[in-house]
């Protein structure tokens, strides 16, 4: 997994149009959500398109911690989880993963009693976890703070119907994991239903779950007495598929994204259209090896590239994981652009590193206004958190001169390789 030296820094010389075919990763929180899944069963677990991040390396730590056997080759992770009775996550890995909350759902459906401190990762706001316990305490437990962690417990876990006050993404997948070895039937209404959480479904029905509707606002589970192994690929990332359009269009490129799913990225799509970017869906050849079709997204500008307005919504609006890299490639459309942020309260944090470089940005609320185009000028900027990082990385493939960007151990978190794949596009791109 990638791991970075805190005084690494990225150097990037901007002004070249990115062209070429890049391939994405397997996504981020998909596996994430799978790796959490393997603590479900003690059966040998197989996860292939596992990316190469930060994150995912972390959350192998916190699994080993709790007794799994984790192997890495590569893409492919395999997991047998033998965990005994330990139900505590590590509190350290936990405060620096949000992700880490996920053991939560596995370990109590399994062992009837889990315990984890309250998650960490980037600071873009509020993160309540009443979704998670109102879930646990629907199904039957007893969830309480204890110093400083929570920790739920149950005799017995048993169906119930659930309604979401929001559509939180780790709380649906989170109380999912938790109800699939319960007793009877769990309905929740006002789930969430991107494709990351379908994906987290299919790979529990792979486990022998019975989950209708994953993917969808209504989702029925369906409990059984225990989950087998299974082996399972990952999806696509779809955020960091959109982030090389973004870059593409950005720097008046032509790229082919190579994994860029274009149902999970309607939102996007129909937003570079309204721009007025060529955007052009295609589907390569079955792979002689594996007999699968990969499809993906190519992008150029079709024109003069215009401003728009937009808003960072639950899916299938637009995501707010693209609200900062698409701010910063809105610096170079014409107009006056406005992204209202309807997800976190503190995803902004990229905008003072972007006005350093001279983008025309203004703020009100959750709101930012952003005037464009603007030349942009290489300076020293830091990446606040994994797509704030994005959006410096491509206002520096946008600007006229050199920009160095610290802080990257953020942009490590969430893209494999991100110097390599960038110079394969043509970017001049470097880490020291």
């Not at 911690?65 to 080759?73: F, I, N, P, Y």
Request: charged fraction near 20%; glycine fraction near 10%; hydrophobic fraction near 45%.
């Amino acid at each position: 997994m990638t791991t970075t030296a805190a005084t690494e820094r990225l150097i990037i010389r901007g002004g070249h149009p990115l062209r070429g075919r890049i391939a994405v990763s397997g996504s981020k929180n998909a596996a994430l959500y799978a790796v959490a899944a393997t603590l479900l069963t003690a059966e040998p677990m197989t996860l292939r398109n596992v990316p190469a991040i930060a994150d995912i390396g972390e959350m192998a730590e916190l699994l080993r911690d709790l007794g799994a056997s984790v192997e890495v080759d590569g893409e492919i992770m395999r997991v047998e989880a033998h965990i005994g009775e330990k139900t505590a996550a590590d509190p350290e890995r936990a405060a620096s993963l949000r992700a880490s909350f996920l053991v939560m759902g596995p370990l109590l459906g399994r062992l009837g009693e889990a315990a984890c401190a309250p998650p960490g990762g980037d600071v873009i706001g509020s993160r309540p976890l009443d979704v998670h316990f109102a879930g646990f305490r629907a199904l039957g437990a007893v969830v309480q703070r204890e110093g400083p962690e929570y920790v739920a417990r149950a005799s017995k876990l048993r169906g119930a119907r659930i309604f979401f006050d929001y559509p939180s993404v780790l709380g649906t997948v989170n109380v999912i994991f938790a109800a699939v070895l319960a007793e009877g039937m769990t309905t929740i209404v006002n789930a969430a239903a991107e494709p990351e959480v379908a994906m987290a479904c299919d790979l529990l029905n792979a486990m022998g779950a019975r989950i209708e509707g994953g993917g969808n606002n209504t989702v029925r589970i369906e409990g059984v007495t225990s989950l087998h192994g299974a082996d399972f690929t990952i999806i696509p990332d779809r955020i960091e598929a959109g982030t090389y359009l973004l870059a593409g269009v950005a720097t008046d490129g032509d790229i082919e994204v190579v994994g860029a799913v274009p149902d999970h990225l309607d939102s996007l799509v129909a937003k570079l259209r309204e721009a007025n970017v060529l955007v052009e869906p295609f589907t390569l050849p079955a792979q002689a090896s594996s007999g699968r079709v990969d499809v993906g997204i190519r992008v150029r500008r079709g024109g003069r590239f215009d401003a728009v307005q937009l808003q960072a919504v639950p899916y299938p609006g637009f995501a707010t994981d693209l609200h900062a890299p698409m701010a910063a490639a809105l610096t170079q459309a014409h107009g006056v652009s406005i992204i209202h942020e309807r997800v976190y309260d503190n995803r902004m944090n990229y905008v003072s590193e972007l006005r350093f470089m001279g983008a025309r940005m203004t703020t009100g609320g959750q709101s930012v206004m952003i005037e464009g185009p603007t030349a942009l000028i290489g300076t020293p900027v830091r990446a606040h958190d994994v797509r704030a990082g994005a959006a410096v990385v491509l206002a520096a493939l946008c600007a006229d001169g050199e920009t160095t960007i610290r802080d990257i151990t953020h942009i490590d978190r969430g893209y494999a390789d991100l110097d390599v794949r960038l110079r394969a596009l043509g970017a001049d791109v470097s880490r020291r």
